[in-house]
């Protein structure tokens, strides 16, 4: 499932552009450096996106629509169900409209950027490496949870699942969690760089 809407041109916010993450330069620099992208001409990427119904997940969506995606782009929305999962018309309906309603609001506030939705079943991991791998993404943006306060004894399957992204995905990979509690901004989380507070 695809979206595509034509013409129509974004009106900016002053400044909108320079906010684009300092820490995604810094990352991106890194990538570089490391052999990554090849450096040249500017053209256009894939920002892949790993969604579900959480608000998280969406936090990290819009943040990877205004600070990466830039005009031109294509977003992939990924949306990954587990391998046991069995099929229902309820299921296939609640997913439906979870990747409607993310891919619409993405097409409203982004014309410019093409979005397209992926809904495919099986182990998570396994799923966006690979899909990173064979879509040949540029970047790849998942939520990023809130340490318990447990998480020097343990760590949850999400976290290491964003762990495990970030080390082995053959794109620049980066963890957004937006701040909550009255502090403004997001935690952004790289190879090189964790938590990094961006005010945007």
């Given at each position: 499932m695809?979206?595509?809407?034509?013409?129509?041109e974004?009106?900016?916010?002053?400044?909108?552009?320079?906010?684009?993450?300092?820490?995604?330069?810094?990352a991106?620099?890194s990538?570089?450096?490391?052999?990554?992208?090849?450096?040249?001409?500017?053209?256009?990427?894939r920002?892949?996106?790993?969604?579900?119904?959480?608000?998280?997940a969406k936090h990290?969506?819009?943040?990877?629509?205004?600070?990466?995606?830039?005009?031109?782009d294509?977003?992939?929305l990924?949306?990954?169900?587990?391998?046991?999962?069995?099929?229902?018309a309820?299921?296939e309906?609640?997913?439906?409209q979870?990747?409607?309603?993310l891919?619409?609001?993405?097409?409203?506030?982004?014309p410019?950027?093409?979005?397209?939705?992926?809904?495919?079943q099986?182990?998570k991991?396994?799923?966006?490496?690979?899909?990173?791998?064979k879509?040949?993404?540029?970047?790849?943006?998942?939520?990023?949870s809130k340490?318990s306060?447990?998480?020097?004894?343990?760590?949850?399957?999400?976290?290491d699942l964003v762990?495990q992204?970030?080390?082995r995905?053959?794109?620049l990979t980066?963890?957004?969690?937006?701040?909550?509690?009255?502090?403004?901004?997001?935690?952004v989380?790289?190879?090189?760089?964790?938590?990094?507070?961006?005010?945007?």
């Amino acid at each position: 499932m695809s979206w595509e809407r034509r013409g129509g041109e974004r009106t900016k916010k002053k400044g909108r552009e320079e906010q684009a993450s300092a820490c995604y330069a810094h990352a991106c620099a890194s990538e570089r450096r490391e052999g990554g992208k090849k450096e040249g001409a500017v053209m256009r990427k894939r920002v892949m996106v790993v969604i579900d119904r959480t608000a998280r997940a969406k936090h990290a969506m819009m943040w990877a629509l205004t600070h990466v995606a830039n005009k031109g782009d294509v977003m992939t929305l990924l949306h990954v169900l587990p391998p046991h999962c069995s099929a229902s018309a309820h299921r296939e309906e609640e997913t439906s409209q979870l990747v409607n309603s993310l891919g619409s609001m993405c097409k409203a506030m982004r014309p410019q950027v093409r979005v397209e939705a992926l809904v495919i079943q099986g182990p998570k991991l396994a799923t966006v490496l690979g899909q990173v791998k064979k879509l040949d993404a540029s970047v790849l943006v998942l939520k990023q949870s809130k340490p318990s306060s447990l998480c020097c004894m343990f760590q949850s399957s999400h976290e290491d699942l964003v762990e495990q992204c970030i080390s082995r995905a053959e794109c620049l990979t980066m963890a957004v969690r937006k701040q909550s509690g009255g502090v403004g901004g997001y935690l952004v989380s790289t190879r090189w760089q964790k938590n990094f507070w961006l005010l945007a």
